[in-house]
């Protein structure tokens, strides 16, 4: 599930370092609107750095508090588990023509991936994982200047790859989309350890079980050249998407799953960092973007606030 930025238009990067000065001029440098004013709430369409006042955050954990209380009933969780994939396949299915995101915000956020198709760029290989209907490749390649570059697109629902295969653009002399589970033991046979230039996993990891995530950066990290960049972006605590999950949807804690069936996790800027840093003897990660993207997203004919909170980052490995 991809977010929604047409609301708000972005023009500029809306995502703050968690270590940046919130309120001076990092906060100023990105995002292109800030909420100064309470009563000019509705006068946009969006809001960007937005926090939350302590009755909102209040809000917020007595509505997970409930979900905790109310889990999905024991006998009935197994099947969430058990393959996964065959959830986003239904989604797919009924989804059809109809799931395809025009993500506009890829070059804001992310430049350095559209570094790779500049002509002279060099050879350059890049791997969307999750890649649904090829979201990310298909953008990029549509962009692309350099002769040289190569995108493999992977996702565990095979419905998603055959979408991408039989795309019209699909060109198997610049791309190749396969089935593949980010959480397998083994890399994919298409690649090679150590050739990958960039890795791009956008609302990827919070699909997976808490459990599976080191064995999803051990393969990231395999596949990956020394000094090559993951490029990260999924749902934040206490997302409108956490918040609006009725009983009985919670697997365990920040775990859910929705009215189709598929999981989602929702993360701190401190669980990413620990998940893509490792041990200390033993580093995988250099941070070099740790940050929140909070934006308030209003319906002014409603008189509607919705908080949407979404982590973005950016990982060397080393």
């Given amino acids: 599930m991809d977010e929604n930025v047409e609301a708000g238009k972005k023009r500029t990067s809306s995502a703050l370092d968690v270590e940046g000065d919130r309120n001076g001029e990092e906060a100023k ?5 800030l909420l100064k004013e309470e009563n000019d709430v509705f006068t946009h369409n969006a809001w960007d750095h937005v926090d939350w006042d302590e009755e909102q955050e209040k809000m917020a954990k007595e509505a997970v508090n409930t979900q905790l209380e109310n889990p ?5 969780q197994e099947q969430y588990y058990k393959n996964p994939a065959e959830y986003w396949n239904e989604f797919y299915e009924k989804n059809e023509n109809r799931f395809f995101k025009n993500r506009n915000w890829l070059k804001i956020e992310f430049p350095e991936l559209f570094d790779a198709s ?3 760029a060099g050879q350059k290989r890049v791997f969307e994982i999750g890649c649904g209907a090829g979201n990310t490749m298909y953008p990029l390649l549509a962009e692309n200047k350099n002769s040289e570059l190569f995108v493999y697109a992977a996702d565990y629902s095979k419905t998603a790859v055959d979408v991408v295969r039989g795309n019209k ?3 198997t002399s610049r791309s190749l989309a396969f089935v593949w589970d980010l ?3 083994e890399i994919p046979e298409q690649i090679e350890p150590e050739s990958l230039d ?3 996993l956008i609302f990827i990891m919070s699909a997976l079980a808490p459990e599976q995530w080191d064995q999803a950066v051990k393969n990231i990290h395999r596949m990956l050249k020394p000094g090559g960049l993951v490029l990260f972006r999924d749902y934040g605590r206490y997302d409108l998407a956490q918040l609006r999950f009725k009983k009985h949807r919670l697997l365990k804690e920040n775990f859910y799953i929705r009215g189709d069936g598929t999981r989602v996790y929702f993360f701190t800027s401190e669980e990413i960092a620990k998940i893509f840093e490792g041990q200390e003897e033993n580093v995988l990660f250099k ?3 740790n940050a929140v993207d909070r934006r308030l997203i209003v319906n002014r004919q409603r008189k509607l606030k919705m908080y949407r ?6 990982f060397r490995k080393l």
């Fill in 29 to 33: 440098k990105f995002g292109s609107r």
């Fill in 72 to 76: 999905v009933p024991l006998e009935e």
């Fill in 118 to 120: 500049k002509e002279g």
């Fill in 169 to 171: 653009k699909y060109d």
């Fill in 183 to 185: 959480s397998s033991t």
């Fill in 198 to 200: 960039v890795v791009v």
């Fill in 287 to 289: 941070i070099e973007q």
């Fill in 309 to 314: 909170v979404w982590l973005q980052g950016k």
